[in-house]
């Protein structure tokens, strides 16, 4: 199983996996030499995600791919099934609640800034006429702010009540959560202190393991493998992190 992400965000989704399939091993891609997705142009993260795949086949045996950030979910996947000839799982945000959502009560959306313009969610918004009823927040910062987290680096305040203002100053504030951006779930503390209410976060991390169900069967890889796009300072500050996810060590793979 091959999981897909531009930074540690996947490892949400692995945290998930990991609990429903514990006995198999992974291969991670962390995209960092591109990261942030959010903010590039459709065209390169299709590329990006096909380069990933057809590299990382031809030195493991791979018979599903898990594309576990929503930023490439919801720009690719029609492509990457188009092109590839195994299963290709992805994650999209889930916008059920605001779909089902009743009078006075207010969903909020978070996600990266090309996932907020990519044409799967704007056919939602128009589909069910979600514009008044969702608010939503585009950001490319906060998937920053969620892989400081990660390496115990300080998070800053001010920077996550800048992100959450248009939220934080509605007199009804959102009680419900869409994370549509799988490093936010590492953030879900620090938005909660945003808010007066308990928030009802909804992320992706469930939703996958029915898709990886689906297709579940054996597969030939022998041990856990975390791969990165570009080895630097930076990912090794990861090393310490990735050891509750049984990965042992880093290595850089070769895209260009
Ligand atoms: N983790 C990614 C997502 O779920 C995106 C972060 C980024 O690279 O901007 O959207």
Sequence with gaps: MLIIDSGI????ILNNIKKNFPNINYIYMLDNEAF???????????ERSIKIINTIKKIYPIKKVIIACN??????LPILRKNFNIP??????ILKPAIEIKKNKIVGLIATQATVNSSYIKKIIYKYSLKNTIKIIATNELAIIAEKKVRKLSVSNKKLKKIFQSWIALS??????ILGCTHFSFLKQEIQEMFYKPINFIDSGDAIIKGIKKYFYQENIKKNVFLCSK????????????????????QEINLN
């Design 231 to 250: 080895y630097n300072k930076k990912i090794k500050q990861l090393l310490f992190f990735l050891k509750k996810y049984k990965f042992k060590k880093i």
């Design 36 to 46: 942030p997705y959010g903010e590039k142009k459709e065209k390169f993260i299709v």
């Design 9 to 12: 965000g996947g490892l949400s």
């Design 71 to 76: 930023t490439a979910s919801t720009i690719s």
């Design 172 to 177: 009804i504030q959102p009680d419900t959560i």
């Design 88 to 93: 290709i799982i992805g994650v999209l945000p």
